[in-house]
């Protein structure tokens, strides 16, 4: 078809021109389940809010110790006329009176935790909606290109059929 628009023939179109092979490009129909699952496996931001978490978790354990009396032990060598050499030990503990400081770093952390956990809420949503867009979108162009296929295949029984009406004298050029 594409040469006759060109008013070659077959052997003169190869000689001027080279076609390349096409690859057939295959792909695999997805899920919308399995797309969904695939793409949050491999987001790095979903992952570097699962390292958020895990850092203030940890901080969340080292602000646990602000609850405890702070404990120092000491040990000195020591030189005495009377005992001769020796050593002192010194026990200092500071008891935290107040536990506004470990309360407030508790309540932080805790809303730091529930922010992130909600960003991460809200990703995995926008990633749900942004997979299932596409998989519709490609579906859509999927049924244009098979409904593109079938008229044109129509359109060429009709060509067909005109041909046949024009040969016989029945149709005019046009």
């Not at 060509?159 to 040969?167: F, H, R």
């Amino acid at each position: 078809e594409f040469l006759k628009y060109l008013n070659l023939d077959v052997k003169t179109f190869f000689k001027l021109y080279r076609l390349s092979s096409l690859q057939n490009v295959s792909h695999k129909h997805k899920g919308v389940k399995e797309a969904i699952q695939f793409a949050l496996e491999h987001r790095p931001d979903l992952k570097v809010y699962d390292y958020d978490k895990e850092k203030l978790m940890l901080d969340d354990k080292y602000s646990n110790l602000l609850k405890y009396p702070d404990l120092k032990l000491a040990l000195y060598g020591s030189h005495d006329i009377q005992y001769g050499n020796g050593f002192k030990f010194a026990l200092e503990m500071d008891f935290p009176v107040e536990q506004s400081k470990y309360r407030a770093k508790s309540m932080e952390i805790k809303s730091s935790l529930i922010n992130i956990e909600k960003k991460t809420e809200m990703k995995i949503i926008n990633i749900k909606i942004t997979v299932r867009n596409i998989i519709s979108t490609l579906n859509t162009l999927l049924d244009n290109i098979k409904r593109s296929k079938a008229e044109i295949q129509l359109v060429e029984k009709l060509e067909d059929a005109e041909n046949k009406k024009y040969k016989s004298g029945l149709s005019n050029i046009f």
